[in-house]
């Protein structure tokens, strides 16, 4: 009896047993066949890809080029792909090694212990003509390829400006619900540039080379190799930045030669406005960007200018006929005209203490305009293209009010209304303290907007979206800036100014560049100590060549110790690199 009741036990057990392993079977082969665990596994395309193997020659997201159509961010090189199959059939490698001029046994060598596709050549493939592309091709060998594959580039370029890209399941949802048949780990542009365009890079599908293999590793369904593409053959597009990659790249290693730590360099061309280089510092920690901050791009943050603000003083002034070329003010006077200058100059012009960046004359003037108008220094920031945002704004199809740079921050002047009755609030705004903030790219612009006589622009980051065919998607025009702007004549006078300062004042290092150079200094304390020493933000914003400016450049090195800013060694370094760039050009032109 007792022996009965064992056996039906262990029965019902193994009843019980294969009931919940049929079960299971049935959960994996009908069930739960694409959303497989709670990490929505699907089993059919995880068991498809157990039994193929493949290339993928382009992952399908849009890419970003410069202004001469140079890649930036990944390129398309053209390479010969070998399936490893190959080293168990007789192919004619002595042809296609005829064509690729490279030895049959350094071929064969290639796929020899090869289990999965391979690129000829490896790290460093063999970069083939279109000649011999359509060559390679048209022999028809079955494994044998010749194709344009995506690479990303080594380095990254204008990391800040061009952004990051990253998986987000729950951001690929909330952005694009509509888009059900792109899986949701696919990747998203989250800082910059890439986030701004996202919506025109995301990949249609990759394309991509692939077989089926059996156990062995051998052909399963005959040696024929598959290609799949998406259908649509304009995409992916591509991003055409303004930016020039040999100017951006000569910026990076002048930064990187200088070690300049925190703040970074923005250069404009000066006829079209459009940006031809930027970089920021810290470089981004891309394994945790956003929790040290390094993914900020300081060029469009907002930072205490110092004395290049006492640009916007001069302009006010020049306008409201506040200074003559007779009046003295007296520089051994501190900035309130109480007690003795930490640089004492004696008796100055205006235009001599431009030059020498005095303090007091600068506090002296923004008194009298205040008195005659409060508003007269927000106004003239606004007048010169200064506060912002300065950056391409427009309607694109259907998206309205678009920005170029979402995340680029306004500048401003006050942030109390009672400081306008305040003498000595007013004179330490003057000299761009206080509660002043503007950003570098908005200090470019000023720049640029003087050097053009006036004429104010908003600053193009990207000119094109491109089809994959080269044909236009769309154009960003060039757009002026609304709202007042300063006479010419006043423009020509800050010319003078700003070329006085290289000449005769605190510029004059730059006195012996191969251009002339116009521009402005600026030392701008920021509350911030390193020790006992006070933390600086130290500028130097300027254009050239003088008599006919075609660039516009800012440099500011952020939150450092006034003795180790090297502000005015990169813009140098910066100016010289250019020259040289110009040169060689011109040999090329000339050969």
């Not at 890439?194 to 062995?216: C, I, M, N, W």
């Not at 990076?252 to 404009?268: A, F, Q, S």
């Not at 009298?368 to 300065?390: A, C, F, R, T, W």
């Amino acid at each position: 009896m007792v022996i009965k009741k064992r056996a039906i036990i262990i029965l019902v057990v193994i009843l019980l047993t294969l009931t919940g392993l049929i079960g299971r079977l049935m959960q994996l082969q009908l069930v739960s066949t694409e959303t497989f665990t709670n990490r929505d596994i699907n089993l059919i395309e995880a068991s498809v890809s157990q039994r193929t193997q493949e290339l993928v020659i382009d992952q399908g997201r849009g890419r970003f080029i410069d202004r001469n159509k140079k890649a930036l961010t990944h390129e398309y090189y053209p390479t010969l792909v070998l399936f490893p199959f190959l080293k168990n059939i007789d192919w004619p490698a002595e042809d296609v090694a005829e064509i690729v001029n490279i030895s049959a046994t350094t071929l064969k060598d290639e796929i020899q212990e090869a289990k999965k596709p391979v690129i000829v050549g490896g790290d460093r493939p063999i970069e083939l003509t279109e000649s011999q592309m359509n060559k390679i091709n048209n022999l028809k060998i079955p494994g044998v390829f010749a194709v344009h594959r995506q690479y990303e580039l080594d380095s990254d370029i204008a990391e800040h400006l061009i952004g990051l890209i990253r998986e987000n399941k729950d951001l690929f949802e909330e952005r694009y619900p509509e888009k059900t048949y792109l899986p949701r780990n696919t990747k998203l542009g989250i800082t910059g540039l890439q986030s701004t365009f996202d919506e025109f890079l995301l990949p249609e599908g990759e394309a991509k080379l692939l077989y089926h293999v059996a156990g062995d590793g051998g052909p399963l369904f005959g040696i024929d190799v598959k290609y799949t593409a998406p259908a649509n053959p304009y995409y992916p597009v591509a991003i055409q930045t303004t930016l020039d990659k040999e100017l951006q790249l000569l910026a990076e290693r002048v930064i990187e030669k200088n070690n300049l730590k925190k703040g970074g360099i923005v250069l404009l061309d000066v006829e079209s406005n459009d940006l031809l280089a930027m970089v920021s510092k810290p470089d981004i920690n891309s394994s945790n960007p956003f929790e040290d901050g390094t993914a900020q791009n300081q060029m469009i943050m907002p930072q205490f200018p110092g004395s290049v603000f006492k640009t916007v003083i001069a302009a006010a002034a020049i306008e409201h006929q506040q200074v003559s070329n007779d009046r003295m003010f007296n520089c051994d006077q501190d900035l309130y005209g109480e007690g003795p200058a930490e640089y004492p100059h004696g008796m100055l012009s205006f235009q001599n203490s431009f030059a020498k960046s005095c303090n007091y004359t600068f506090a002296a003037i923004a008194q009298e305009l205040i008195q005659k108008d409060q508003n007269v220094i927000e106004q003239y920031s606004e007048m010169l293209g200064l506060l912002g945002p300065v950056g391409w704004n427009g309607d694109v199809f259907r998206f309205q009010d678009f920005k170029q740079l979402p995340n680029e921050y306004n500048g401003r002047i006050w942030t109390d209304e009672k400081d306008k009755h305040v003498a000595k609030a007013i004179a330490q705004t003057a000299i761009g303290q206080k509660d002043v903030r503007v950003t570098p790219l908005g200090i470019a612009n000023m720049m640029s907007t003087i050097a053009r006589g006036g004429s104010k622009k908003e600053v193009r980051t990207v000119s094109d979206v491109l089809y994959k065919n080269g044909t236009t998607l769309f154009s960003f025009s060039k757009q002026d800036m609304e709202g007042a702007k300063i006479a010419p004549y006043t423009a020509s006078r800050l010319q003078e100014l700003l070329r006085g300062v290289v000449t005769t004042g605190t510029g004059q290092r730059f006195a012996d560049l191969p251009y002339k150079v116009a521009g402005k200094s600026g030392t701008a304390e920021t509350g911030k100590k390193q020790g006992e020493v006070g933390l600086v933000n130290k500028w130097f914003a300027g254009y050239f060549p003088f008599e006919n400016p075609k660039y516009a450049l800012v440099v500011v090195d952020l939150e450092q110790p006034g003795s180790e800013s090297v502000a005015n060694t990169v813009f140098y370094d910066i100016v010289q690199g250019i020259y040289q760039i110009e040169q060689e050009k011109g040999t090329k032109t000339d050969d």
